[in-house]
């Protein structure tokens, strides 16, 4: 039998699990991990990786503060293209320009939600035998594991990510708060 539903949205996520599924859009573990190579070679690598981990930390507060302040101002369905929509309906010279502000945030936001996810599983296939390349390097080349085992890894990963979100918003928001957690204690390892 299904359930009834009243039509009300119940909170689910506070403060810190909205910076953290911000700070998981941000991958700091994409673009921070992925440069400690080149950070290695310089002998910069736990220190110079920090500020980046504090900025976006920092950008994650900002959105999320950002967020909760429209959504107080504009009760409704809280996406980033209601929101520039309502904005502008709320000027008397700029209420023309609601609908094409409303277009372009939308499929902005469209477009990213179909790119990031598509490089973000590329980037960890990739990864994936760069690791395995390192630490079996009988196996496999860590330069160039295989564009098999790379695609096959990418397949993985998309599959592994789409479980992790069919779950929810409150099984998704544990996990990033258990990647995040192990990204700031690596780093700290490796500041040390």
Not at 3 to 11: C, R, Y
Not at 58 to 63: D, Q, V, Y
Not at 151 to 158: D, E, L, Q, S, V
Request: glycine share 10%; net charge positive.
């Amino acid at each position: 039998m299904a359930d009834i539903t009243t039509g009300e949205m119940k909170k689910t996520l506070g403060l810190t699990g909205l910076t953290s599924n911000a700070m998981a859009l941000i991958a700091p573990g994409a673009f921070l991990w992925l440069t400690f190579a080149i950070q290695a070679a310089t002998g910069t690598t736990g220190p110079a990786m920090w500020a980046g981990v504090f900025g976006a930390l920092l950008l994650c507060l900002a959105t999320a503060v950002c967020y909760a302040e429209m959504a107080k101002l504009y009760p409704g369905t809280g996406s980033s293209y209601y929101f520039a929509e309502q904005s502008f309906l709320n000027h008397d010279k700029a209420w023309k320009y609601a609908r094409i502000s409303k277009f372009i945030v939308g499929w902005a936001s469209h477009l990213y939600y179909w790119i990031y996810p598509g490089v973000m599983v590329g980037v960890m296939g990739i990864f994936t035998g760069f690791i395995v390349g390192t630490l079996y390097p009988n196996f496999m080349s860590a330069s160039n594991p295989g564009i098999f085992f790379m695609m096959a890894g990418a397949i993985f990963y998309a599959f592994a990510i789409a479980y992790i979100a069919h779950r929810g918003v409150n099984s998704s928001t544990s996990v990033n708060l258990a990647i995040n957690g192990i990204q700031v204690f690596a780093l700290l390892v490796f500041a040390v």
